[in-house]
Structures are given as C-alpha cells and as structure tokens.
DNA sequence: AATAAATACGACCGGTCGGTCTTATTTCCG
DNA sequence: CGGAAATAAGACCGACCGGTCGTATTTATT
C-alpha cells in the first residue's frame, strides 16, 4: 500500500487545473493566460496555484502536456480501434473533426493555437510545442505507411506529403471553423480526405460511401 | 495644389509605423502587441503614437488593413500578372510560399497567426479579420472558378473544396515552416498543389513540369 | 509675420502582471 | 496522538500595461 492519499488528492487537482489551463488558453494563448485569471476560474487563490507550479513556465509545460494526453485520449485512441490501413487514417480524420466540430476546447484546437503563437518566440514552451508535433507529424506519416504495406495505398505514394496534405485539411478547418461558416468547413475537411483516398486507394469497399 | 506637406509625412509615419507594426505582430500576437514596446523599437514615444490612433484597437484594425495591402501587393498582385486559369492558380500559391519562405515577417504569416489568435475572442478586431479571411477565401474561389470556366478544370469541379484544399497547403506550410523542417515543408507545400493540378487540368502544358 | 493644425514629447495615473513571503489549515504516516 | 508534509490563503513587491495630460516643436496657411 504506497498510495499517499495527499498525493492522489494532488494529482487530481492538477489535472482539473490542468484541463482548465488548456480550454483556458485557447482563448486567450498560453501566454496570455494569467494565473490570477486562471484562479479565479478555479475559486482558488493565486498562491494555491504557485504551489503546484513554480513558476508560468512550469504551469505552461504542463499544460502542454496535459493536452497532449488530451489529444491521445480523444483523437489518436479512437483511431487505433479502426483497422490497420486507410480506414484508420480516415478514422482519425474523422475523430479530429468531430473533436472541433463538437467544440471541446472554446478556441477549437489547442495545438494549432498555440504553435502559431509560438513560432516566433524561442524558448522551453516553444520546443516543447515542436517536439509534439514532430511526433505527431511522425504518428500520421507511420499510419500512411502501414497503409501502403498493406498493398490499400499505391506502393510508390510520397507518404509524407500526404501526411502533410491530411494534416493540412485539418489544421485549415481549426482555422475556418471559427472565423467563416463552420459546416461549410467541416464539409471540406472531411470531403477533402474522402476524394483523396477513395482516388488512391484500389478497394473503394475500405472507405464509407459518403457524398459525392 | 492640394497636397499638404504635413498629412504627407503624417502618413509616411504612418505606414512605417504599422510596417513594424504587422512584423511584431507576428512575433507576439497582435494582443500581446504593446504600445511601449512598439514606440521603443521605432525610437518613438508611446505618447508619439496615441497621436496617430487613439486607442490601442485603433491601431490593432489599421494593423490588420496595412497587413492586408501588403498581402495584396505581394501576394495577389503578382498572381495576377500570371494568365488566368490554373496557372494564374499556380503563380498565387507560389507567391505565398515564397513570401513564407523569404522570410518577410518574422513569425511567418500575420493572417495565421491573427485568425488563430482571435478565434475565441469576439471583438471589432476579429470581425475586420473575418473579413479579411471571407474577402481572401472569395478572390480565391473566383480564381479556381475561372479556371472552370476557361476549360482547365472539370466542368463538375467543387470549386470551394478546391479553394479550401489550396488554402490548407498554404496556412500548413506557415505553420511548420516554423516548427518542424522548412524545406520539406515547403516541398510539400508546393507539391501538393502541382500534383493536384496536374491530375485535374487536361493540358499537362500549362503547368511547369517540376519534380514528379 | 502670425496663427492654427499636426506631430511629438515626458510625466503620470490606476490596474494587472508574475512572483515572493508569511501564516493557517488539512491530511496522512509513524 | 503527535509531527511532518502538502495545500491553501492573503498581503505585498517591482515591472509593465493602456491611457491621459500639459506642453513644446514643426509646418502649411493666411
């Protein structure tokens, strides 16, 4: 019996700070979030929050992977219970727009908002940004890979470019979702991959029918 | 002899001021902008600048129009110097991927990093960049459209998906020319839409034969 | 030459920021 | 039960924020 109760009890209260810190910053950036803010949010008082982090930074690192978790738990996890080859890719596709599209997060995607307003400004926050999405850059292209191994994608593809390209479509819907007609958008993005695997892949049976 | 010297030099000022003023705002956000900060880098005092815009919004929206007549004259201007059709297409998303990858603002692209940032944040400014986007995403529709029309594209062509496919190359290629590889991306970025051109347009002569 | 407007300045305001410090309360372990 | 550790609170700090004010300088008009 190692279980601390005060540390369970810690634990817990991070990750509902946590889970706050990441809705809270795609409002307002995660540089823009304030810890009094933030406390206030919470019914806590600034120093509560000192306590478990020592500083922004710490709390910003943390909230970045919190979200990460986040984002394993609703997007890739689904993903991986659809079978090996282009129906998970769509299957992941499809997870990311239903998470935008279901506004789980106020600002719509924490890594999108957070990555722009990163890219110019050197620091632990911003590497550790990069380095999620180098993995998830890797996670996507190693599930187009399995793809073309299993003989459902043509054997010659350029898998990252189409690991950019699916990417793209998803990144550009977190964008105009919230600034132009979210349907429009949504109809795009998932249209968008819909064509292109159904252009690439032999067995059209892999892939749901769909609109046109 | 209408022209007085005094508004003359009052909007050269101007329009200096709100160059440095786009370039920063990709730096650290067109919120996190500040007028001290601002004035410091012109040489300039921050009351210096409130006697050219009253409010700190003021100069956010005249930021977001000087952002907007320099993507005009660098990016739309040139494509239009190209013949309409899929290479006029082809020469706006070249325009953009140079104007990323020269360099020009330090965090990339002001409209990527704007629209992200004020997704979640109601306000004159984010109306005047939605705008901004709706008035993009149109000029571009137009474009695609006219190459329909002109016989390079398939009569039956879903000309927003198409307008929507070409802007999520662009906006991705901002993003991880910051963060990731910047050559690869924009490798990507420009083969994605070729590829796509070329499998669309029945005159593989319009298009400049590039890498497979 | 005199005047009015535009432009720019330094000093200053109240408020919020990230962060520190001291103190009090809760919670589990020996 | 006693004590250490974790958790939380509030007062406070210097720095910077957006914004105002009174004033000085430049410049075109009359």
Not at 48 to 62: N, T, V
Request: proline share 6%; hydrophobic share 45%.
């Amino acid at each position: 019996m190692t279980s601390d109760g005060r540390v369970a009890r810690g634990d817990r209260t991070r990750t509902a700070v946590l889970d706050t810190a990441v809705a809270l910053a795609t409002e307002v950036g995660l540089d823009g979030l304030s810890l009094a803010q933030l406390a206030d949010r919470l019914g806590v008082s600034k120093s509560g929050l000192f306590a478990h982090w020592r500083s922004k930074e710490a709390l910003q690192l943390a909230t970045v992977d919190r979200a990460v978790t986040q984002w394993e738990e609703r997007i890739a996890a689904p993903a991986l219970r659809a079978p090996r080859g282009v129906r998970r890719l769509h299957a992941l596709h499809e997870a990311r727009i239903e998470f935008y599209a279901a506004r789980v997060l106020p600002g719509g995607c924490f890594f999108a908002n957070t990555e722009f307003e990163y890219n110019a400004r050197p620091g632990p926050v911003r590497d550790r940004l990069a380095e999620a999405f180098g993995r998830w850059t890797t996670f996507l292209e190693r599930l187009v890979r399995e793809a073309v191994e299993l003989g459902e994608l043509p054997a010659d593809l350029d898998v990252p470019l189409l690991a950019y390209e699916i990417d793209a479509l998803g990144i550009s819907a977190a964008m105009r979702s919230r600034m132009l007609d979210p349907d429009a958008t949504y109809r795009h993005a998932r249209l968008g991959l819909l064509n292109r695997l159904r252009a690439l892949c032999p067995d059209p049976t892999l892939l749901p029918e769909g609109p046109s």
